[in-house]
Every structure is written in structure tokens, then in C-alpha cells.
């Protein structure tokens, strides 16, 4: 009855939005709004996903592990980071649940909010100094909760923008999502890099704080953004049908078990030389190159604002000759160009190592992860499709970006050559490779009786 009611309340609203929008944004497809509005909000969110990342490397271990060596410290500082991994996939079940029976603009409404507050308090979170144990403590769970948070974000922001796209431009369209990523590593990387200029006292006492206290503001805008926009009409139409399953996660295992074991094989390709391009370049270069960090730092703000815009393109070019292609691509790609990659960041030459950081993250990895926001959820049924598209989307995040900076790390000590680890980077984009050549899109299904009789007029 309350389910009812509020499908009720849903559908009128959506009307009413449908007919709002077109008087006040006529100058303004919904499809496009819809995609700014996820780009926008994914953005945001995985700038508060950064940035503790960030502060895990540079102060977290004085402000939180200061009983610890420095070496123990930034190891433990580095666990807490990697806590939000594990929390992911638990997010991507929370919300996709509830996204998939209640509602797709709720759930990212909620996921947006989850994720700020627990960004701006640990700006304001006393360090071990002041309140002992209890400070890594509650670390460790405002980091589960942001874990929790972009586990909900990406198949939420990705399937709004998709399923609002005319078909013919799902792979654009669903792409301006992928683009809020390295927006986000440009604008949390930038913030810290100013915020480094400070004196390092300053740093360490409040200044570290300030890029989470910016937090606050860009949930504001945010939330007004994501407030305006209309549901999903995929979503809306699957509910009218009462096609809507029961537990989407148990509805998921019994049906779909084969998409979402390829569609987070497929996900090794980008996953992979994107955390070895934003994480382990950045160690690798001075370390065992002799590279200046701040300019290694610089080269990958460089590389990701230039990917931001190649994204789209690539998406464009996938809506032209096929999904399906452009994903095999870019794990070509990936598996041929990681060895030139580390050829030009060996020179040591900073012009050779910015050429490095363009080839891997705005050349390379957007080839291999522009198509990723429509070729995965199109996997899925729209009754599973959110929790289906984020748990392959979490669970790929956890066996393929997660351990790939330690797998690296560990080959170059116990080889002491950066071809081991290309090597390694090039046998997990074939196993990308071959996940998505086994992939198929779901079926469309056409239950009612009214919408079988009128696809078969012809107008």
C-alpha cells in the first residue's frame, strides 16, 4: 500500500518535472541536464573520495598514528584509505537495493549527503593527541561510511544518465560521469598542492583540514543540482509494470551471476593502469627514477584535466561503431602501450614523464574506461541493474585497483625491473580483453500485452 502510494506520488511528480522542465529549460535537453547533474555530483564525491586518500600519504600517520614509526604510520594511515574498499561493495548492496525498488534520484540524493558529512567531520576530527585511541578509531568508520557512499554514487549517477539518453547516445551521454573522475583527481590534487605551500607547521596544525572543510560547500551545490533533476523514466516505467523483484541481490545471483562475473573482469584493464598511473607512478619516479614528486604531481593534473574531455570522445566515437569495440580497444591498448609508458618515465626526463602520463591516463585509460558507464549496465535487467552495476563496478575496484600499487611495488623489489610490472599490467588487460568478448547485453523484455500489440504496428 505505502509502495503504491508512493509509485503514485513518484509518476505524478516526474510529470509534472517533465512538463516543468520543458517551459523553464527548453534551451536544455533533460538528457543533458541529467548528465551534467551526475557528472557534477560524481565530481564532488569522489573529490571527498581523494582527498583522504591524499592526506593519508602526506599527514594522516603524525595526526592520527603518532605512536607508530613514521614507515608504521603511513602504512597504517594507508590500511584506513583501503578501508573504503572493502566498505564499497556493502554500499553498492545498500543502495542498489533500494535503487532499484524505491527510487534511482533518491538514492544518489542520499549517497551525495552520506559522503559529505562524513568528509567535512573528519575535517573537524580531534587527532590522537587529544582524544587517544579514539581518533584513528572513528578514522577508520567516517572512512567505512565514505566507502559506503561511492559505493551507492557511481551506479546511481551512471544509470540516471543513461537511462535519461536517447539511444543512439547512451555511451556519451552515460560517459559524462566517467569524466567527473579525473575531474575529481584534478581538483583534490590541485587543492592539496596549494594548500602544501603553506608553511609546513600551519600544514600540519589546521591547513590539511581546509580541502575537507571545502567539502561542505560543494555539497551544497551539489544537492541543488541533484534535487532538480526528474527519476529515471526506465526506472519509472519498470515500476508502472510491477516488474520490480522482491531482493534485487538475491534476484541478481539467481539470474545474473554470469554478467556480473564479466562485468568485473571487465573493469581489470582500466581499473588497473589508472591506480598504477595515479598512485604508483607517483613513488616509482622519484624512488627508483629520481623524479621530482611535485613535478610527477603536476604531470598527473595535467594528464587528468586533458582526460576529462577525451572521455566523451571516446564515447562519441563508441555511440558511432559499438560499445563492444572501443572496450576491446582500450584493453589493447592498455596490455600494448604500459610498456612505453615506463620506457619514458625510466629516462628520467620530466618532459618524458608528463608524455608517460598522457599516454596511460587521458590516450589510454580513457579508451578503456570511457564506455564502462553504458557497456556494464546494460549487462543487467532494469530490476537489477543498479545493485548489478555497482557491485561489478566495487568488487572490480577490490581485486584490481586496490592490491595493483602493492603487486607493483612488490615486482619491482623482487625483479628490480619495471617490465615485470608492465608484464603484469599486460596480463590483466588480456583477462579485461577476454571478459568483455564473453560479454553480452541483457535482453530487452517487452511483458505487457499493450506494448507487445503496439510494437507490432507500424506507424
Known amino acids: 500500500m505505502i509502495h503504491n502510494t508512493y509509485l503514485m506520488a513518484m509518476s505524478q511528480e516526474f510529470e509534472m518535472e517533465q512538463s516543468m522542465s520543458t517551459v523553464a529549460h527548453s534551451h536544455l535537453p533533460p538528457a543533458r541536464r541529467v548528465a551534467a547533474a551526475s557528472m557534477i555530483g560524481t565530481t564532488i564525491e569522489w573529490y571527498d573520495y581523494y582527498i ?32 573504503a574498499f572493502i566498505a564499497r561493495p556493502f554500499g553498492g548492496i545498500i543502495f542498489g537495493h533500494f535503487g532499484d525498488k524505491v527510487s534511482r534520484k533518491t538514492i544518489l540524493v542520499w549517497s551525495l549527503m552520506l559522503m559529505g558529512m562524513s568528509t567535512f567531520i573528519v575535517g573537524f576530527l580531534p587527532n590522537y593527541d587529544a ?38 547516445k547512451k555511451a556519451f551521454y552515460a560517459s559524462w560521469t566517467q569524466s567527473g573522475v579525473p575531474a575529481a583527481l584534478v581538483l583534490s590534487s590541485t587543492i592539496f598542492l596549494l594548500m602544501q605551500q603553506m608553511d609546513e607547521a600551519s600544514f600540519h596544525a589546521w591547513g590539511w583540514r581546509v580541502p575537507f572543510w571545502i567539502s561542505a560547500l560543494l555539497i551544497v551545490v551539489g544537492l541543488f543540482i541533484r534535487l532538480r533533476i526528474t527519476e529515471s523514466p526506465e526506472f519509472l516505467k519498470m515500476k508502472s509494470e510491477k516488474r520490480e523483484v522482491r531482493v534485487p541481490l538475491f534476484e541478481l545471483i539467481r539470474t545474473a551471476w554470469w554478467p556480473l562475473i564479466l562485468g568485473t573482469l571487465t573493469l581489470a584493464s582500466p581499473n588497473i593502469i589508472f591506480y598504477i ?27 587528468a584535466f586533458i582526460q576529462v574531455f577525451t572521455i566523451p570522445m571516446v564515447a562519441m566515437l563508441a555511440d558511432r561503431l559499438g560499445k563492444k569495440k572501443i572496450m576491446l580497444a582500450g584493453a589493447a591498448m592498455v596490455a600494448l602501450l604500459i610498456y612505453p609508458v615506463f620506457w619514458l618515465v625510466n629516462t628520467g626526463q620530466l618532459m618524458a614523464a608528463l608524455g608517460a602520463m598522457i599516454i596511460a591516463l587521458p590516450i589510454t585509460h580513457a579508451t578503456a574506461y570511457a564506455v564502462v558507464a553504458s557497456f556494464i549496465p546494460e549487462l543487467f535487467q532494469p530490476e537489477v541493474r543498479f545493485t548489478g552495476s555497482s557491485l561489478a563496478y566495487q568488487i572490480g575496484g577490490i581485486i584490481t585497483s586496490a592490491p595493483a600499487p602493492f603487486i607493483a611495488e612488490y615486482l619491482m623489489q623482487s625483479t628490480g625491473s619495471s617490465m615485470a610490472v608492465a608484464t603484469y599490467i599486460a596480463v590483466a588487460a ?8 564473453l560479454s553480452r547485453p541483457a535482453k530487452k523484455r517487452i511483458d505487457r500485452p499493450e506494448a507487445r500489440a503496439s510494437s507490432s504496428v507500424t506507424p
Not at 54 to 65: P, R, S, Y
Not at 430 to 437: D, Q, R, S, W, Y
Request: hydrophobic share 60%; net charge negative.
Open 52 to 83: 583522504f586518500g591524499t592526506a593519508a600519504v602526506l599527514v594522516l600517520n603524525d595526526q592520527f598514528f603518532p605512536a607508530l614509526s613514521p614507515a608504521a604510520g603511513t602504512l597504517a594511515a594507508l590500511a584506513t584509505f583501503a578501508v
Open 131 to 168: 582524544i587517544g585511541i579514539w581518533a584513528p578509531i572513528l578514522l577508520v568508520l567516517l572512512r567505512f561510511l565514505q566507502g559506503l557512499a561511492v559505493g551507492g554514487e557511481w551506479g546511481g549517477a551512471v544509470l540516471m544518465a543513461l537511462e535519461h539518453a536517447p539511444e543512439k
Open 277 to 303: 598511473s595515479s598512485v604508483y607512478l607517483l613513488s616509482y619516479g622519484p624512488t627508483h627514477v629520481g623524479l621530482n614528486r611535485d613535478s610527477v604531481f603536476m604531470a598527473l593534473i595535467i594528464a
Open 430 to 437: 588480456a583477462v579485461g580483453f577476454t571478459a568483455i568478448a
